[in-house]
């Protein structure tokens, strides 16, 4: 179960991959500064996932006005999320936890995807930037998308 509203949200430091370089993205490096939209998706390379972080992309100046950096997490390899976000142009920040701890964290770890064992819900949060979670939704399937109008409306409501 996701954790809740008002809960103080886990830190984190995944790992990232653009070029030659793999850095840390860390939540806490956002707290002070701006407010974060965190959202766990299954698997980078399917449908779902995919049409999800091209539609960020492709919005992403919404979410920097509203104050908010994005960071999205799967279970895959560093290797794996830059490989995808260059076949499909994805620009959001993709933070690999393939170890899993993250998403068990914030009680978003499915047990089994289809066979293919334990892998992240998808799940989105907004986190203000005081690190206090102010929105969380676990979609009921894999394959349903979470609301972004809600998430922007609780964006908005943080000023």
Do not use: H
Request: hydrophobic share 45%; glycine share 8%; net charge negative.
């Amino acid at each position: 179960m996701a954790l809740a509203i008002g809960t103080k949200a886990p830190d984190f430091a995944l790992k990232s991959k653009k070029g030659d370089q793999i850095t840390d993205v860390t939540l806490s490096c956002n707290f002070g500064n701006a407010n974060t939209v965190l959202l766990f998706f299954p698997l980078a390379f399917t449908g779902v996932c995919t049409q999800e972080m091209c539609d960020i992309t492709a919005g992403i100046g919404r979410y920097e006005s509203l104050n908010a950096k994005v960071i999205a997490v799967s279970v895959d390899s560093p290797f794996a999320q830059e490989a995808w976000a260059q076949k499909e142009k994805i620009g959001v920040t993709l933070a690999s936890d393939l170890n899993k701890t993250a998403a068990a964290a914030y009680g978003v770890l499915l047990p089994d995807l289809a066979g293919l064992g334990s892998v992240s819900a998808r799940a989105a949060f907004v986190i203000d930037k005081n690190g206090v979670i102010q929105y969380a939704e676990q979609t009921p399937t894999p394959k349903d998308l979470p609301d972004f109008e809600a998430i922007k409306g609780a964006l908005q409501r943080l000023g």
